[in-house]
């Protein structure tokens, strides 16, 4: 398993490059909620209120190339996570209401062609919103979030399992049950220029610790799936236009969030890293 164990220190964390590579090859593409310390298993659950026709529910495919060309000229750029409850099937939405996700900084990564070397675009926290679990009209509300130690964060989201509004329905249902809201966090924007843009990597990483006290049984119920992605935008500025002048570039594949540190990443470059090199191992 890659992480880096699983005490309530407020020790920095390590990870070491041949851990991030293996991370980034897992995260690439396949199937949503697919343990990547053991492979064999089943899925522990795809996101929960999505419906079952979004493309990017059961799994995910990141592009090879940047592919953003057909859009307005692209000259920033944001960095995003999705945390949701996972679901087996029709309702099957696990209670673990004293579970949380603690996130770290959020650190993006690009390959400059013109600079033929990796460049830190930024690594900054991630705030954010609870997000209907389907995305329509882009409804959300107050996230449960909390500071932790060392500048992390932590929320909570799912029917259930957060505070407020962010742990109820919203009276849709979709194949696999009710629709609640999933937590979706985004650092601000950032200025970049996508031509000159031959492979971008999201790095960040999460556990799972209690919500009260240092009781981990909710934890340990794998029942929060979480990935990290990347939007390009038109200018650090620009308004929300429906998706005219900014949209998604990739998103990494979901998986398990376990009481060990882990690193969530979305890599969008060539395959393998053929004909550049890997990225280097951030430091959180």
Request: include cysteine; glycine fraction near 12%.
């Amino acid at each position: 398993m890659v992480n880096a164990g699983n005490t309530f220190s407020s020790a920095r964390l390590s990870f070491t490059q041949a851990q991030y590579e293996a991370t980034i090859n897992w995260d690439f593409a396949g199937e949503n909620g697919k343990s990547p310390s053991n492979p064999s298993l089943p899925s522990v659950g795809y996101p929960c209120g999505v419906p079952n026709g979004y493309g990017w529910k059961f799994g995910m495919s990141s592009e090879e190339a940047v592919l953003i060309t057909r859009r307005v000229p692209q000259l920033a750029g944001a960095g995003y996570n999705q945390i949701y409850n996972a679901c087996a099937g029709p309702n099957t939405r696990k209670s673990m209401p004293n579970a949380r996700i603690e996130l770290t900084d959020i650190a993006v990564d690009y390959y400059s062609i013109s600079q033929n070397t990796w460049v830190r675009a930024v690594k900054q926290a991630v705030s954010g919103a609870a997000f209907t679990e389907d995305f329509i009209n882009n409804q959300a509300t107050g996230a449960d979030y909390r500071d932790e130690a060392q500048g992390h964060k932590s929320v909570r989201s799912g029917i259930g399992n957060a505070a407020g509004k962010a742990g109820g329905s919203i009276g849709r249902s979709v194949d696999d049950g009710l629709v609640g809201y999933n937590f979706h966090g985004f650092a601000d924007r950032f200025n970049i220029t996508w031509s000159d843009v031959k492979a971008v990597v999201v790095s960040q990483a999460m556990r799972c610790i209690p919500n009260q006290g240092t009781d981990l049984n909710d934890c340990n119920k794998l029942g929060y799936i979480a990935n990290v992605g990347i939007d390009s935008w038109a200018t650090t500025t620009s308004p929300f236009d429906g998706f005219v002048t900014h949209g998604g570039v990739s998103g990494g594949r979901f998986k398990p969030v376990t009481t060990d540190w882990q690193i969530f990443t979305n890599y969008t470059g060539p395959k393998g890293f053929a004909g550049i090199k890997p990225p280097p191992v951030p430091q959180f």
